[in-house]
């Protein structure tokens, strides 16, 4: 699967996914020593979860048309060094509103991450290897959320919560001169011709405005949202609800939030392969068959554990809960990008990609929000769980429903026949 170029491109996206979790995962850590420090309510910690996904979500969509236009080698560079610096300068930051203007910034620069994963992978894996692809190189971002609640959590009650941002930023710039001096855009010619297969040409080339209308493209969108909404949940209020809600202290909440991460990571890792394995294994009931078991399956399973958590009276039941909830999430993981691959054209599939993440991602702008205004309102959390257990539930039904290749899309009739001779 891995020639020399491929496990270079893999090993960098991965760990570029592993900092930009580190990134992320970092303001939720340092929450409480924050909300102390700057004297923030619940609804304004929210707000400022929530402000992330603002501009996160709008460069979703810029990002994936950027790594289109000017390849996905250049539009990772650049965004890698624009979310360090924000990172970075959440250390500056003295109130309510700067934190709010900072995480804007922050989120457009993390905002093209997935879809330039999603548009490497596609320039150099087949049709029957991308899901695994995926999979791998996104699996990162879970480890990345394992490791910051130790490193910041350390940080923040040995030295400083500032020092940790400072610390992520540095790691960022690192990371970005290897990238820029190891990657290629796409193989050589030879190689080209052996791993860009046809499977991802369509019969005529369609405009992009043609897949933004398409079913198919908005219910994964949707299914991606739900997804996110639980992901957003969990990331951004799950070791502020330990504290308040469990009352174990922050060393401990430090530690505990790693279970969930590494179930996550190993969800991730494996879903691809498992999407690939159904496609292979029953290649003749269509592409998009082996992506609908997996999705609807494990996202279904997810949804479930995610609204028990919040009805469970014991700590451990209710990380327990969260943490099968974040593993079964985390095995669709890659499914929603594979599904765009499975009927985007190649010229595309950045843009398709990184509209559909940018719907999906206005759930972390609602979500966080929301939450904290259900935390302010009710005094738990319960309904915050349930809330987003059942939209998950309402996402699986319409992707087993509405969710079916696009006439006149992608040639998916050939694509059987490119898999088999892979």
Partial sequence: ???????????????????????????????????????????QMGIIFSSFSVGYAIFNFLGGVAADRYGAKLTLFVAMIIWSIFSGAIALAI???????????????????????NKMVNNWFPADQRASAIGLANSGTPLGGAIAGPIVGFIAISYS??????????????????????????????AS??????????????????YLKQKTVLITAFSFFAYNYILFFFLTWFPSYLIDARGISVQEMSIVTVIPWILGFIGLAAGGFVSDFVLRKFAKKGVLFSRKVVLVTCLLASAICIGLAGLVTTTFSAVALVAFSVFFLYLTGSIYWAIVQDVVDQNNVGSVGGFMHFLANTAGIIGPTLTGFLVDRSGTYTAAFLLAGGLAVLASLAVLRFVRPIKGGVATGDSNNTIAGN
């Fill in 193 to 210: 011709e052996k791993v860009i297969t046809t499977d991802a040409a369509p019969h005529e080339k369609k405009p992009l405005t043609f």
């Fill in 1 to 43: 699967m891995f020639t020399k170029g491929k496990l270079a491109i893999m090993i960098l996206l991965f760990l570029a996914g592993v900092i930009n979790y580190l990134d992320r995962s970092a303001l939720s850590i340092a929450a409480p020593f924050i909300t102390e420090d700057l004297n923030l309510t619940a609804t």
């Fill in 95 to 117: 109130g309510f509103t700067s934190l709010i203007i900072i995480r804007i910034l922050f989120g457009m620069g993390e905002g093209p991450l997935s879809a330039t994963i």
């Fill in 161 to 190: 919560w500032k020092l940790s941002f400072v610390l992520i930023m540095i790691i960022g710039f690192i990371w970005s001169i290897v990238w820029w001096k190891v990657v290629k855009e796409k193989p050589s010619e030879t």
